[in-house]
């Protein structure tokens, strides 16, 4: 599809990239909430084929992050309080699907003088939807952490109806087919090499029918400010599973070791008081 009805803005801030159906509001950076964002070209942006759609809507969101904030008794009180400003996000990604066929030589544990045996095997897998994240403001490691996306709902995408604004991916289909094998050998060794309880592994991978379609994960993105400073959070949209900067409260950790050390001495002295009752009257 053509990149009409759309318009597209970066953040000169964090250089996060958005588009969003033309004559949509763009006040702010959805990633640094910076307000210095400039239009930018839309000729040869790629579109995503499908999206998944938001199961989890703002509100729902929004308690998702007050449970977060109630959770531990070592965050701040005030953090209940804060004000989060959470906006809607498509995120891109890749999701493949393909054979991998693994040909591996190990050390296994056996009854021989060393206690290991050498073995050697190769094992097929077929797996699908795996994802590969093409964003550039949102880091892999978010992304692991509010992981799984149900691609069971896919809808086809149209740029000029998107129910959010969509960040624009960076990988290369390229780019996506080796990070998707990278993905897909690292989790195939892993599950060979815990299958045959191994010591060492070594081994070496086939890729075949692989396929792979860009398309776009439902996100909310926002900040809270809290003495000043802003803290991200992201939230997946279909799970409501949440990750973020949640600060620790020092005062009630101080607090607890105190506590702690009061009882550890009130122990203490307790027992040298019985010591020293026990030896006067035996
Ligand atoms: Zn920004």
């Not at 075949?208 to 803290?231: N, S």
């Amino acid at each position: 599809m053509s990149p009409a009805g759309l318009q597209a803005v970066s953040c000169q801030g964090c250089g996060g990239a958005v588009a969003m159906p033309a004559g949509a509001p763009h006040p702010r950076c959805l990633f640094c909430g910076s307000e210095a964002v400039v239009l930018m070209p839309t000729e040869g942006i790629e579109l995503p084929g499908t999206f998944l759609p938001f199961e989890v809507d703002q509100a729902g969101a929004q308690a998702k992050f007050r449970d977060k904030a109630q959770a531990s008794i070592w965050y701040p009180g005030d953090l209940r309080d804060a004000t989060l400003e959470l906006d809607p996000l498509l995120l891109p990604a890749w999701i493949w699907s393909g054979q991998v066929e693994t040909h591996w030589a190990a050390l296994v544990r056996g009854s021989t003088r060393s206690g290991k045996r050498p073995r050697t095997g190769s094992d097929t897998k077929r797996v699908r939807g795996v994802l590969v994240p093409s964003s550039s403001a949102i880091s892999r490691a978010e992304l692991d952490s509010i992981a799984p996306f149900s691609g069971a709902n896919s809808f086809m995408f149209r740029a000029d109806q998107a129910v959010a604004p969509f960040e624009l991916g960076k990988l290369t289909r390229t780019a996506a087919r080796k990070a998707a094998c990278d993905a897909l050998a690292q989790q195939h060794r892993a599950e060979l090499a815990s299958a045959n309880a191994t010591v060492s592994f070594s081994g070496s991978h086939l890729f075949r029918e692989l396929e792979g379609q860009p398309l776009l994960l439902p996100v909310y993105v926002g900040a809270y400010r809290r003495r000043g400073k802003l803290h991200r959070v992201v939230i997946n949209g279909q799970s409501g599973a949440i990750t973020g900067e949640f600060p620790k409260s020092w005062l009630r950790i101080g607090c607890a070791v105190l506590l702690f050390g009061f009882i550890a001495a009130g122990l203490g002295l307790a027992l040298l008081l019985l010591i020293w009752a026990a030896t006067l009257y035996l």
